[in-house]
Structures are given as C-alpha cells and as structure tokens.
C-alpha cells in the first residue's frame, strides 16, 4: 500500500498528505492512461498552459480502494474531515418534503442521519513539455491530489538556466501552493521537484491554491496526473 506522511513544509492555516505510491501502484496509472489512451480531451475543461491533457479511467477502482480512501482516512485524523465538510456545504439544514410539499423531515448538515461516501469525480493525465506551465488556480469538490509519474529534469538543473542566473531565487520546475498565514499574508509553500518524486502524490483540499513553473531546454515530456474527489451524501428516512 501507499506510504502517507504529513507534508515535509509545514503550514499553519491549511494542510496536504504526501504519498508515496509502491511500484505496483506507479505501473497501475500507467496502465491506466495507456488502456484510457486519448479518447477524451481534458483541456477544455482545465486552466494549464499544457501541451495536452486527457481524462483517465480508474478501470479497476485501485485508485479509489489503494490510495484515495485511506488517504481521506488519514486527512482526517491529522486535520479533521467533519469541520472542513461542515464549511463546504453553505446550508446548515436540510429539509425534505414530499411531492404534495409537506415536511417530512429537518436534517442537520452534513453528518446527523446522512451517509457520507466519496466519489471519484474526474483523473486525468497532464503532458508538460518546456515552456509549459501550470497558473494558479484551485479545484472543485472536496479533495484534489497531484500526482508526479515523469521527471525528465530537476530543479538543481533547471535553477541553473539563463532566465534564473541573477535572480534572488529560481521559480523553475517549482510546484508551488498559495495560502494566507494567519495575518491574511499571502505566503506559500514550493516543492522544488526531480526525479527523486517520481511515484509521489499530494493530496489536498480542493480549494487549495496551486500552481506549476515551466521548465527549459528539455525534449522530453513531463507526465503529471491529477484528480478530483467528491463527497456523495445519501439520506436514510426511517
């Protein structure tokens, strides 16, 4: 299974697991965007800056069984799933009717005689070549996870190119997250990536904001995934 860990960069107003996927894992995403292949064009639906990008099937539902559930398991034993739900859904009762419009019932959200599960909303896999970038934007839903399958270069590499030399700090081939400290800062925490990550997912609350720096003067792709998890909230009337 997955090694799950808290985030080497520590936070104070948000938080994000670091997975590291085993080999087994790493081969079945592979086989994944090569049996989905590129049916399904996810570009139009996304804000990257990318050569290409194609939605992925979970054919086995390894994705979901292996690695999203225990990962929501340990984000909320470190951070706490009922309270950030609880701020994610803007009503703060459900109430039910019938079809003459009688009241059958009033249900706190989200969690008092409500069954919560979660649902794999949309994969897809990201083709990065030099000069492609990712801006800064979030997602929708509950979690989303960026997943790291190709490295053709690194940062220690990248930092020593042209457009960095005389700058007081290289943005090359950095995935970056945005989030206010708790002054309403604006600050962030950067992943300076490589091969080294090849195999490691990070999994974070959606609205979270993030965003990936080119990188120069390499053929080779960049193969990233990323996805998106719902919450399905199913009600039982006695």
Same mark, same amino acid.
């Given at each position: 299974m997955a090694t799950i860990r808290t985030p080497r960069l520590q936070t104070e107003t948000t938080g994000w697991l670091e997975i590291k996927l085993n080999k087994y894992e790493v081969k079945y995403c592979w086989d994944c965007i090569e049996a989905s292949g590129k049916k399904k064009d996810a570009k139009p639906g996304l804000t990257g800056q990318?050569?290409?990008? #194609?939605?992925?099937?979970?054919?086995?539902?390894?994705?979901?069984?292996?690695?999203?559930?225990?990962?929501?398991?340990?984000?909320?034993?470190? #951070?706490?799933?009922?309270? @950030?739900?609880?701020?994610?859904?803007?009503q703060q009762e459900l109430v039910v009717k019938d079809e003459d419009g009688q009241l059958l019932k009033r249900v706190a959200i989200p969690? =008092?005689?409500?069954?919560?599960? #979660?649902k794999l909303h949309s994969w897809w896999v990201n083709y990065q070549k030099a000069t492609d970038y990712n801006p800064v934007h979030n997602h929708g839903g509950l979690f989303s996870f960026a997943?790291? %399958?190709k490295e053709p270069t690194s940062f220690d590499e990248q930092k020593l190119k042209e457009n960095a030399k005389g700058s007081s700090g290289s943005r090359? #081939?950095?995935?970056?997250?945005?989030?206010?400290?708790? %002054?309403?800062?604006?600050?962030g925490a950067s992943y300076e990536?490589?091969?080294?990550? =090849?195999?490691?997912? %990070?999994?974070?609350?959606a609205h979270l904001h993030h965003s990936?720096?080119?990188? @120069? =003067?390499?053929? =080779?792709?960049?193969?990233?995934?990323?996805?998106?998890?719902?919450?399905?909230?199913? %009600?039982?009337i006695p």
């Open positions: 990318l050569n290409s990008s #194609y939605h992925v099937e979970d054919k086995d539902g390894v994705l979901m069984k292996k690695i999203i559930r225990p990962a929501i398991k340990a984000w909320d034993e470190i #951070y706490g799933l009922e309270l @950030y739900i609880r701020k994610q859904v803007p969690f =008092e005689g409500i069954e919560i599960d #979660y997943l790291w %399958l090359n #081939y950095v995935f970056d997250f945005h989030f206010p400290n708790k %002054l309403g800062q604006l600050i990536l490589g091969p080294e990550d =090849e195999g490691t997912m %990070l999994f974070f609350p990936v720096h080119p990188f @120069y =003067e390499i053929d =080779e792709f960049r193969v990233s995934m990323a996805g998106n998890i719902v919450n399905q909230l199913t %009600l039982s």
